[in-house]
């Protein structure tokens, strides 16, 4: 398994992936599938911000994608990113979200960030056990946030320094 930065030929199963995660899961706090041309406006805006997108590439296809961006947009946030990551779900529980995330620390550091932030539903089981691995303190939840599935959805915060 490599990782690296994603292109835009990675596009179609980075939007399969997303979309699959969409329909199946409270993961992503949105409930209308994305488009092709929605995943390339987002790769380029991160491209253009200097911010990573990378991928698990297993040599002949796409296992998931982790990428990190601004958290809040006023100047005092600057050093504090948000990332996410996502592994397909016929290819977990074999180390790629662990790597994706691992590889996203050293990208964090080079461009001096301070904090990572993961924001994971707190029923994403999976998430928080790979975060809390990876060195992540959850430090807080906000109850009710959100509603997907005719059901509210509590939202858990977690940080880790750079
Ligand atoms: C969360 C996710 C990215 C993990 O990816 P993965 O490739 O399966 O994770 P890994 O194989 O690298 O597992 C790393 C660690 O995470 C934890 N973990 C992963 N899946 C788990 C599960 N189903 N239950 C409990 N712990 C789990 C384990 O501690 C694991 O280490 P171990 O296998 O040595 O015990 C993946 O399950 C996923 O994409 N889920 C749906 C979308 C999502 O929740 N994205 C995260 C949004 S913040």
Same mark, same amino acid.
């Not at 398994?1 to 939007?15: N, S, V």
């Not at 005092?76 to 948000?82: A, D, H, S």
């Not at 959850?138 to 009710?144: D, H, I, K, L, M």
């Given at each position: #398994?490599?990782?690296?930065?994603?292109?835009?030929?990675? =596009?179609? &199963?980075? =939007?399969a992936?997303?979309?699959?995660?969409?329909?199946?899961?409270?993961?992503i706090?949105?409930?209308?599938?994305? !488009?092709?041309?929605?995943? &390339?406006?987002?790769?380029?805006?991160?491209?253009?911000?200097?911010?990573?997108? =990378?991928?698990?590439?297993?040599?002949?296809?796409?296992?998931?994608? +982790?990428?990190?961006?601004e958290?809040?947009?006023?100047?005092?946030?600057?050093? !504090?990113?948000?990332? !996410?990551?996502?592994?397909?779900?016929?290819?977990?529980?074999?180390?790629?979200?662990?790597? =994706?995330?691992?590889?996203?620390?050293?990208?964090?550091?080079?461009?001096g960030?301070?904090?990572?932030?993961?924001?994971?539903? +707190?029923?994403?089981?999976?998430?928080?056990?790979?975060?809390?691995?990876?060195?992540?303190?959850?430090?807080? !939840?906000?109850? &009710?946030?959100?509603?997907?599935?005719?059901?509210?959805?509590?939202?858990?915060? #977690? &940080?880790?320094?750079?």
């Open positions: #398994m490599l990782i690296r930065d994603a292109t835009d030929a990675d =596009l179609p &199963q980075i =939007l992936l997303y979309n699959d995660v969409v329909a199946t899961t409270t993961a706090y949105e409930e209308r599938p994305s !488009t092709l041309e929605e995943r &390339q406006a987002w790769l380029e805006e991160r491209r253009r911000r200097g911010f990573p997108v =990378l991928v698990a590439d297993s040599g002949d296809e796409v296992l998931g994608f +982790s990428s990190f961006g958290w809040r947009s006023r100047s005092g946030y600057r050093f !504090t990113v948000e990332h !996410t990551v996502h592994v397909r779900a016929d290819r977990r529980r074999r180390g790629a979200g662990r790597t =994706l995330v691992e590889a996203l620390f050293p990208r964090a550091a080079a461009l960030m301070h904090v990572m932030i993961a924001l994971i539903d +707190s029923q994403a089981t999976a998430s928080c056990r790979l975060h809390e691995r990876l060195g992540f303190e959850p430090v807080g !939840t906000f109850r &009710q946030v959100a509603r997907k599935f005719d059901r509210w959805l509590d939202l858990v915060a #977690m &940080q880790r320094a750079v």
